[in-house]
C-alpha cells in the first residue's frame, strides 16, 4: 500500500505539489492523471524516496520514506520516466544488475532476471545488448528491472509514452496479471483513455493538488458528465491543455 | 561493501564492452606518447647528426682578397664555393635558398688590412632558419679566429703578449652524465605518462555521472536501498582501475618503444627495464584515486556528456600542463614538492627512469598526500550524490 499524506514540493520559488493526499491499495491499479506539468512525477519521486518533501508524509505499508528510506526502497519497484537502460549490457545483464543492487547475491540475481524473462516474454532480448532494443522492449526490461526485488508495490511514471497499441495492451495485461496476484500499483499518465481502461482507482491531480478521485465512474458522476474526457476537463477546471 | 564491488564490476565490464572507452583508455592515450617520444627523440638525433657531420657549405665573394681566410675555412672543414656577388645579390642568394651562408670580402680589404685599419667582412644568412644557423656559427666562429690571429700576429709584431687581450677564459664544462642529460631530454615524458593515466578514466568517470543522468538510468539506481555514496564510491573505484590500466600500458609501451630509438650512441641510457616500469607503475598509482575523484566530481556538475567533455579536458590539464614545464626547468625536488600530488609523481618518476632510487620518505609523503587527496574527493563526490539536486 503507497500512501501520500500533505505531501508539498517547492523548486525555488515554484510550488510544484501542495498538499497532496490519496492512498493506492493492494490489489488494485491507480492511475495518476493530470495534465503536463501537474506535479505527477514530483509525487511519485517523493514516494519512491528520490526527492525529499518538504511538509507531509509517503509510506510505503506503513514505513515512513523519509525515515526509512532504505526499508521503503527495498518494498518498491520503481519504473522511472525514461527508462535508461545501460547500453551495453545485455537485457539478462540490465536486470540482474538491479537485482544485486538490491542486495541479491549474483547468481540469485542473474535466476531471478531469467524467470522474469520469462515472464514478461523477453527472450530476444535476454543475451542482446539493449543498445538496439525497440521502445517497447526498452520499457519491458525496465519493467522486468523494477520487478527484480518482487517488491509489493509497483511506481510506474508515464510508462506508455511513446509505446504502440501494442505495448499498451501487453503492459495492461501484465498489469493486470500483477494487480491479480495482490500487488498494489501506482502509474501516471496524462492520457485519459489509457486511465479508464486501466485503472481500478483515479487520483485527478492539477496544478500541483489533488483535484478529485474515485473510480473513473464515479469521477464522471461526480463531474456531471457522461464522457472521461468532458468530465477530466471540468475537473481540472479550465480548458488548460492535456498535452 | 558489497554493493561497491557490485557497481564496481558493473562498470569495469559494460566499459570494457564500451569501444570509446577501451580507445581512450588502451589505445590512444598509452600509444600516442610512446610513439610521439620516439619520433621526437629520433628527430632530434637525425638533426644533430647531420649536423656534426654535414660539410659546411660558404659561398664566397671575393675571396682571392684574403687568401689565409680560404685556408683557415678549408682548415676547419668548411667547404668554399666562390661566387662573384655583390650586396643585394648576396641578400637574393640568401631568400631563394641557393645559398645559407655568404661571405663577401670587399676589394679595398687588403690594403686596408696592411694599413691597419678595421677592414670590414660581411657575413649574409638567415637567423630564422634552424639548419642554417649552425652552419652559419662554424662559419663565424673561422671569421673570428680569422680576425683573432691577426690581431695575434699584430701584436707579437710590436713585442706584446697576445694573451693580454684575453683577460677572462670562460671553460664550459659539462658536468651533467649521460643518463642526466637523457632525462632532461625526455623531460617531458612523465607529462605523456600522467596525462595518459588520467585519460584512461576520462569516459567511465563521465559515462558513470552526466552520462547516468543523460541515459535516465541515474533515477532508477537511487530507487534501490544501496547508500547512494556506495554507488559514487564503485564508480570512482572503476575509474581508478582504468586509470591503472592505461598507466601499466602507457609505460609498458613506453619501455618497448625506447628500444626504437638509438639513445646510447648519444652517450644517453633511461632505465625503463620491466623493474623500473613496476616501481614507476606503483610509485605513481597513488594519484589515480585523486584523478578519478576529481573528474567525478566535475562530471557530477554537468548535464550532458558533451558538456562533461569539454569540462573534462580543461580539467585534465590542471595536474599535467605544470608537468611539461617542470620537466624542463629541473627543478630540485624539495618536501614541499614531495607533498603536491602530480608533482611528486614526476620526480619520483624521473628518479627512477635516471636509475636511482627514490628515498623513503618521498615516496611516503607522496603516497600519503595523494591517497589523502583521493580519499577527499571521494568523499566529497559521495556527499554530492546525497544531495537531490543530483537528478538534475
Keep these: 500500500m503507497i500512501e501520500a499524506r500533505g505531501l508539498s514540493k517547492s523548486f525555488g520559488k515554484v510550488q510544484a505539489v501542495r498538499e497532496v493526499s490519496f492512498t493506492a491499495r493492494d490489489g488494485r491499479i491507480t492511475g495518476l492523471l493530470g495534465p503536463n506539468g501537474a506535479g505527477k512525477s514530483t509525487t511519485l519521486r517523493m514516494l519512491c524516496t528520490v526527492l525529499q518533501p518538504d511538509a507531509g508524509q509517503a509510506l510505503i505499508d506503513g514505513h515512513v520514506v523519509a525515515d526509512e528510506p532504505i526499508a521503503a526502497r527495498r518494498l518498491i519497484g520503481v519504473l522511472s520516466h525514461s527508462s535508461g537502460l545501460y547500453p551495453h549490457l545485455t537485457g539478462r545483464e540490465n536486470i540482474a544488475y538491479f537485482g544485486e543492487l538490491h542486495g541479491l547475491a549474483r547468481r540469485e540475481a542473474l535466476r531471478r532476471a531469467d524467470e522474469l524473462v520469462e515472464m514478461l516474454d523477453l527472450a530476444e532480448c535476454a543475451q542482446r545488448k539493449a543498445k538496439g532494443f525497440s521502445q517497447g522492449q526498452r520499457l519491458k526490461t525496465a519493467l522486468a528491472r523494477a520487478l527484480v526485488h518482487a517488491p509489493r508495490n509497483l511506481v510506474l511514471d508515464e510508462p506508455t509514452n511513446g509505446l504502440d497499441v501494442m505495448s499498451v495492451r501487453s503492459l495492461r495485461v501484465l498489469l493486470d496479471r500483477l494487480r491479480d496476484a495482490g500487488q498494489c500499483i ?4 496524462h492520457v485519459m483513455q489509457e486511465v479508464a481502461m486501466l485503472c481500478d482507482d483515479v487520483v485527478v491531480i492539477a496544478h500541483g493538488t489533488v483535484v478529485a478521485s474515485g473510480s473513473p465512474d464515479e469521477l464522471r458522476a461526480r463531474s456531471g458528465e457522461d464522457g472521461l474526457e468532458d468530465a477530466f476537463v471540468k475537473l481540472i477546471g479550465s480548458g488548460e491543455g492535456l498535452g | 561493501m558489497r554493493g561497491i564491488l557490485t557497481v564496481f564490476r558493473k562498470e569495469f565490464l559494460e566499459n570494457l564492452r564500451d569501444r570509446r572507452t577501451i580507445f581512450s583508455a588502451l589505445l590512444f592515450g598509452p600509444l600516442f606518447g610512446p610513439l610521439f617520444f620516439v619520433l621526437m627523440i629520433n628527430i632530434m638525433q637525425q638533426q644533430a647528426e647531420t649536423r656534426d657531420e654535414q660539410q659546411v657549405e660558404v659561398a664566397v665573394s671575393g675571396g682571392a682578397y684574403a687568401p689565409n681566410l680560404l685556408a683557415l675555412f678549408a682548415e676547419r672543414g668548411i667547404t668554399v664555393k666562390p661566387v662573384t656577388l655583390d650586396e643585394a645579390g648576396a641578400r637574393r642568394a640568401i631568400a631563394a635558398g641557393d645559398q645559407r651562408t655568404v661571405v663577401v670580402v670587399p676589394q679595398e680589404f687588403p690594403s686596408r688590412l696592411a694599413a691597419g685599419q678595421p677592414a670590414d667582412i660581411s657575413l649574409y644568412f638567415d637567423r630564422s632558419s634552424e639548419m642554417g644557423s ?3 656559427n662554424r662559419v663565424r666562429d673561422a671569421v673570428d679566429d680569422y680576425g683573432r690571429h691577426i690581431a695575434q700576429s699584430r701584436l707579437l709584431l710590436r713585442g706584446v703578449d697576445p694573451t693580454l687581450l684575453r683577460p677572462v677564459v670562460v671553460k664550459g664544462i659539462d658536468v651533467s652524465t649521460p643518463k642526466a642529460r637523457a632525462v632532461l631530454a625526455l623531460g617531458t615524458l612523465t607529462f605523456f605518462v600522467i596525462l595518459a593515466m588520467l585519460t584512461g578514466g576520462l569516459y567511465l568517470a563521465i559515462d558513470s555521472t552526466a552520462g547516468e543522468r543523460e541515459r ?14 556506495y554507488l559514487i564510491y564503485g564508480k570512482i573505484l572503476a575509474t581508478t582501475a582504468y586509470m ?8 609498458v609501451a613506453l619501455s618497448i618503444a625506447l628500444q626504437f630509438t638509438r639513445l646510447e650512441d648519444w652517450g644517453m641510457s633511461v632505465d625503463l627495464s620491466p623493474r623500473s616500469v613496476l616501481a614507476m607503475v606503483l610509485l605513481t598509482a597513488p594519484l589515480s584515486l585523486a584523478g578519478a575523484g576529481l573528474m567525478t566530481i566535475v562530471a557530477s556538475f554537468t548535464r550532458s556528456f558533451r558538456e562533461a567533455q569539454t569540462y573534462l579536458s580543461i580539467v585534465l590539464m590542471v595536474p599535467t600542463l605544470p608537468l611539461a614545464l ?11 614538492a614531495m607533498a603536491t ?9 624521473t628518479r627512477v627512469l635516471r636509475g636511482e632510487w627514490p628515498q623513503g620518505w618521498e615516496i611516503l609523503l607522496s603516497a600519503g598526500v595523494s591517497l589523502a587527496l583521493g580519499l577527499l574527493l571521494a568523499w566529497i563526490a559521495g556527499r554530492l550524490y546525497e544531495r537531490e539536486q543530483i537528478l538534475g
Excluded: I
Excluded at chain 2, 535516465?216 to 555514496?229: D, I, K, M, Q, V
Excluded at chain 2, 591503472?244 to 609505460?251: C, I, M, N
Excluded at chain 2, 617542470?326 to 614541499?336: I, N
Design chain 1, 186 to 189: 501506482l502509474f501516471s499518465s
Design chain 2, 134 to 136: 649552425s652552419a652559419t
Design chain 2, 216 to 229: 535516465g538510468s541515474l533515477e532508477a539506481l537511487l530507487t534501490t536501498p544501496l547508500p547512494r555514496s
Design chain 2, 244 to 251: 591503472l590500466l592505461s598507466l601499466t600500458v602507457t609505460l
Design chain 2, 326 to 336: 617542470v620537466g624542463l626547468l629541473d627543478l630540485k625536488p624539495t618536501v614541499a
Design chain 2, 341 to 349: 600530488p602530480s608533482l611528486s609523481q614526476h620526480f619520483l618518476m
